[in-house]
């Protein structure tokens, strides 16, 4: 018997993987990619989450844990369209954070716009330490 996996090296494990994206329906729990970005007054994580709709996220703080996480469950609909493959039922994914002790839970507000979930993180006033002399007794 030829064995492709020593003869081609990585193209199996790679036609394995295309296999399992468009056939294994566990495969849509995938987590979402993000970007971390820090401004003067903020932090910004950009989650990439296209063609979602926003009432379906849910952003929490618990402590100082930040949780993002979608789930969108559709309804089964009579069509009359006949589809081969339909991977639309559900779609969800989770993210969580620990949170710095620089950033203001209070203030933490999100937006999404084409397809990016931009959570902002204020963070917290900077007070200067107060300066006190101390005398000796």
């Not at 971390?36 to 703080?61: C, M, Q, R, S, W």
């Not at 789930?71 to 339909?86: A, G, M, P, S």
């Not at 084409?114 to 007070?127: S, W």
């Amino acid at each position: 018997m030829y064995n492709y996996r020593k003869a081609y090296g990585m193209v199996p494990k790679m036609v394995d993987d295309m296999n399992r994206f468009f056939y294994d329906d566990n495969w849509s729990n995938i987590s979402a990619p993000v970007n971390i970005k820090e401004t003067d007054n903020t932090y910004e994580i950009h989650v990439v989450a296209p063609g979602l709709n926003k009432e379906d996220f849910k952003i929490t703080v618990d402590e100082n844990k930040l949780k993002i996480s979608y789930e969108h469950k559709e309804e089964n609909k009579e069509q009359q369209d006949k589809w081969l493959r339909n991977e639309y039922r559900h779609r969800s994914f989770k993210r969580s954070f620990t949170l710095s002790d620089k950033v203001s839970a209070e203030g933490v507000h999100a937006k999404y716009t084409d397809g990016i979930l931009n959570v902002i993180l204020p963070k917290k006033e900077q007070t200067a330490p107060a300066t006190k002399e101390i005398s000796v007794a």
